[in-house]
């Protein structure tokens, strides 16, 4: 229980530095996200939480996200920004009957809406080729929001 306070800490960091952000996610997975910007365009993206459409299983996304264009329509109005993202992704079958564990690659392409630099609300979706237990094709996608600090 100690180790999970420490690893929960030490993700936190930059969050109350003003770096990261956490938010939530519906999709698939449904559960939490982490995106740390790494410069202006580039980020690392982090998702958790249990399949929505794989019911049983817990899924682990983690990517490398970047900005490819922006569009920032006025004070008034968010400002737009659309992404490309690839990842790692990986599955457990935790209340599952079937295989009980899958791994592979997805890529995505997302757009995002930023309110203020206080909040943006995000949705991305694009396909997943799962390699173990064989390979096969698959589409996922999620809508989220991240809170900034």
Do not use: H
């Not at 938010?23 to 202006?40: F, K, N, R, S």
């Not at 299983?57 to 970047?66: F, P, Q, T, V």
């Not at 457990?92 to 206080?118: D, H, P, T």
């Not at 991305?124 to 999620?142: A, K, Q, T």
Request: glycine share 14%; charged share 20%.
């Amino acid at each position: 229980m100690r180790r999970l306070f420490v690893i929960i800490l030490l993700l936190s960091l930059p969050v109350f530095m003003g770096q990261g952000r956490f938010g939530l996610v519906l999709g698939d997975p449904t559960g939490i996200d982490y995106y740390l910007p790494q410069g202006e365009k580039s980020a690392i993206d982090v998702q958790a939480g249990f399949s929505y459409y794989w019911i049983g299983y817990w899924r682990l996304s983690a990517g490398y996200a970047r900005d490819v264009t922006e569009f920032d329509l006025g004070s008034d109005l968010p400002k737009i920004t659309v992404y490309g993202k690839g990842a790692l992704a990986g599955e457990l079958g935790i209340f599952s009957g079937y295989e009980w564990m899958k791994a592979g690659v997805e890529a995505r392409i997302g757009c995002k809406f930023i309110y203020n630099n206080k909040y943006e609300i995000f949705m991305e979706s694009g396909p997943c080729i799962w390699f173990i237990p064989g390979p096969y094709p698959d589409w996922g996608g999620v809508l989220g929001i991240r809170l900034y600090k």
